[in-house]
C-alpha cells in the first residue's frame, strides 16, 4: 500500500518513516511529485491546516495522503509562535533564523518562566473518503542557548530537564518516543492498522 507524505521537510519525513517503517507501507513524500504544490496553510489551528493539506494531497493525487501540522507554543509569549513556528522569522525563515527570533523574543526571561509545549496534529485522508486526526504533545523549557546536531526546527533550544537534554540531543528512540511526533504517530498506527488491515 502507497501513502503520501504531504512535506517536502526532509525531517519531518524522515522521523515519520522511521515511527511507521513496520507497517510494510511505501511512503513516498512530495519531493517524488515535484508538479505537486501544497494548499497555502491559512486555517486557524494545527487541525485544520493538517486536514487540509492531506485533503488536497489526495484529491491531486488520488491516494492516501498523510499530512503533518505541528509546532511550538510559549507559554510566556501567549502559546506563539503556535501555527507559524515554521515561518516564525519571515516566509521562507531558516530553522536558525526561526531559533534567534526566538531567543531575542525571550531575551531576559528566566528559565523558569520559559515553559513550552510542542503540538503536533496529523490527519490521514483516503480517496474514498476517510479521515482520521491524531494529536500528540510533549512540554519543556526553551533553553537559554542551543545544543545538539539533531532533529530540526526548535529541537536545539526544547529542554527536557528530566533528561537535562535538548531534543537535538537526544537519541532517534528516544525522541521518536517522547516527542510530540512520536506520540500522534503512535496513536496513528493503530488508525492506519485498522484502515488498511480491517
Known sequence: ?????????KGKAREIKEILKDLKLEILTLDDFPEISTPTEDGKSFHENSLKKARFIA???????LADDSGLEV???NRQPGIYSARYAGENA???ENNRKLLAELKGIPLEKRKACYRCVI??????GIEETVEGGCCGIIALETKGAGGFG?????????YKKTMAELSPDIKNRISHRGKALAKLKKKLIAIFNP
Open 94 to 96: 531558516t530553522d536558525e
Open 1 to 9: 500500500m502507497k501513502i503520501v507524505l504531504a512535506t517536502r521537510n
Open 75 to 77: 507559554e510566556i509569549l
Open 123 to 128: 490527519a490521514i485522508v483516503l480517496p474514498s
Open 154 to 162: 526548535y529541537d536545539p533550544l526544547f529542554y527536557f530537564p528530566q
Open 59 to 65: 484529491g491531486q493525487l488520488n491516494m492516501p495522503a
